[in-house]
């Protein structure tokens, strides 16, 4: 009998959204994701991760994104590499942004951004000392 560890790994992100082309669309146009098509879904390609949406409409019943904090999943985390320029690129996009850019400890900066249907996610720059 084996007592190694598993591997696991963080395969994918699945979003529910009244337009998936338009969601698609704002994480390549907003974060530079790739979007890939196929007969099953849309999904976008960004930093390793996969992020499917899936269609879905005020007749299948759902609620609206929660407002934080609450219980449970709260947001998206992505690391980035100078977070103000990239900042200040997203502002000049429209990205509307929840929290501005701050430091909340030595060599963490963070800012939050408003994605498509409400989803929260976080930007997050650290020092090379802090990874």
């Known amino acids: 009998m084996s007592t190694s560890t598993p591997q696991i790994v963080l395969d994918h992100v699945h979003i529910y959204t009244a337009n ?4 698609a669309k704002w994480f390549a146009d907003s974060l530079g994701a790739e ?3 196929s007969p099953i879904r849309i999904e976008a390609k960004l930093g390793g991760l996969r992020v499917f949406f899936e269609q879905v409409s005020e007749a299948d019943a759902v609620g609206a994104a929660p407002t934080s904090p ?18 200040a690129d997203m502002k000049s ?4 942004f929840t929290r501005e850019p701050l430091t909340i400890r ?3 900066r963070i800012c939050f951004i408003e994605g498509p249907d409400g989803i929260s996610i976080e930007l997050l720059e650290r020092d090379a000392k802090y990874t």
């Open 35 to 37: 979007v890939v098509t």
């Open 20 to 23: 998936p082309a338009a969601s």
């Open 106 to 108: 030595p060599g963490v």
């Open 93 to 96: 996009k429209g990205v509307v």
């Open 70 to 87: 609450h219980k449970g999943y709260d947001h998206l985390a992505f690391a980035v590499k100078d977070l103000d320029a990239l900042a």
